[in-house]
T-cell receptor
């Protein structure tokens, strides 16, 4: 497809379980971003990749959060030992600098 | 104080009205400015992208940047119920990181 693809679109998990969220960026886009959006809130920056490297991990909320990107394409955001406060929409975006970001439709995570 | 301030609304207008959405910012290094539209349960969609000061028009949408006042606006003419969404401003210097406003929720009533 032409846009940013995220999977799954919805995820319900029990507290304490690990989850993996996937992002397929637009082909050729070198930069990839993860954001978190809680209900009625703005965008919270999590991490940014240029190629496979993550020069800015400053937004990751805790060491339970990690992300990787392979082959300069697909990225996975992993949340270990999920907590209820992790419930949010996780958005992925990609860009080809200096063009603006293009977002996927997000993964809606609910931790019960 | 946040780096980018945006009134959260909600802003409710009748169909056909002219809508004005605004953001103020504090970082004078910002020079690329964007407006995103986000429908419920969807990701933000790029609406307008401008560089430096001035106006840019695209159909019913006009983006305006006043760098001297650190103020940007998005105008929507002849607003439609389908324009009901949250509008996010975003900006950056020449780098890769965007700074977002918190979003304004717009409701256009038929």
């Amino acid at each position: 497809g032409a846009g940013v693809s995220q999977s799954p679109s919805n995820k319900v998990t029990e507290k304490g379980k690990d989850v993996e969220l996937r992002c397929d960026p637009i082909s050729g886009h070198t930069a990839l971003y993860w954001y978190r959006q809680s209900l009625g809130q703005g965008l919270e920056f999590l991490i940014y990749f240029q190629g496979n490297s993550a020069p800015d991990k400053s937004g990751l909320p805790s060491d339970r959060f990690s992300a990787e990107r392979t082959g300069g394409s697909v990225s996975t955001l992993t949340i270990q030992r999920t907590q209820q406060e992790d419930s949010a929409v996780y958005l992925c975006a990609s860009s080809l600098y200096p063009s603006p970001l293009h977002f996927g439709n997000g993964t809606r995570l609910t931790v019960t | 104080q946040k780096e980018v301030e945006q009134d959260p609304g909600p802003l409710s207008v009748p169909e056909g009205a002219i809508v004005s959405l605004n953001c103020t910012y504090s970082n004078s290094a910002f020079q690329y400015f964007m407006w995103y539209r986000q429908y419920s349960r969807k990701g933000p969609e790029l609406l307008m992208y401008t560089y430096s000061s001035g106006n840019k028009e695209d159909g019913r949408f006009t983006a305006q940047v006043d760098k001297s006042s650190k103020y940007i606006s998005l105008f929507i003419r002849d607003s439609q119920p389908s324009d009901s969404a949250t509008y996010l401003c975003a900006m950056t210097d020449a780098g890769n990181m965007l700074t977002f406003g918190g979003g304004t929720r717009l409701m256009v009533k038929p």
